[in-house]
């Protein structure tokens, strides 16, 4: 489960009855006058009014694949959600990734404005280094986008299960997603980006 509170304490704001902090999505809402480097230009549509929800960035995807669960994945990260869910999707289900990888490899990002492609180039909590690689970085530079690397980024969470029944995914690889581990079983990677832990009951 991945939840956002959006402020590091939320609206700082405990409830009572079950001590749990609140959100303060008002954070989503554009206002005229704040354009910063985390968020997309102020716009209109995204103006603070009455009875409206604002725009986010949060991303939960759940797949199924005849009618069995075949995966979840979410993430944090403000703008950055969006492209990094996508691809541990597109890791894990199209390129037929092992959980792990898909989580684990480098990452690009683009916000549009402006017009750069961003790409992870850190050392995170756990040591380790992730970076795009150099034939990653020459096949973009070749279609003339201009790179900037960052140590930054999204943080996701994938599990996947073996579906009761093994189903064939048309994965590229080949594989059938029940020849991973024995039907039945749950298999979780957490980001070691924000040093994730697993944890299972």
């Known amino acids: 489960m991945t939840t956002t509170v959006n402020y590091v304490f939320g609206a700082g704001v405990l409830s009572p009855s079950t001590g749990i902090v609140l959100n303060n999505k008002m954070d989503d809402f554009s206002t005229p006058t704040e354009n910063t480097a985390d968020k997309l230009p102020p716009a209109q549509a995204n103006f603070i009014e009455p009875n409206k929800r604002p725009l986010s960035s949060m991303t939960p995807i759940i797949v ?100 009761q029944t093994p189903i064939n995914m048309g994965r590229k690889s080949g594989k059938w997603l029940g020849d991973q581990v024995p039907n039945g079983i749950l298999t979780g990677m957490s980001d070691p980006r924000k040093n994730g832990k697993l944890a299972a009951v």
């Open 64 to 163: 199924l694949k005849d009618n069995q669960l075949a995966g979840v994945i979410g993430g944090s990260g403000g703008l950055y959600i969006i492209p990094a869910v996508i691809q541990v999707f597109l890791n894990y289900f199209v390129l037929g990734m092992e959980p792990l990888a898909s989580v684990q490899t480098p990452r690009i990002y683009h916000k549009l404005i402006p017009n750069v492609v961003l790409y992870e180039n850190w050392t995170v909590v756990d040591g380790d280094h992730i970076e795009l690689s150099d034939k990653l970085k020459s096949f973009l530079t070749d279609r003339n986008h201009l790179l900037k690397g960052q140590a930054s980024g999204a943080v996701c969470q994938l599990i996947v299960q073996t579906p």
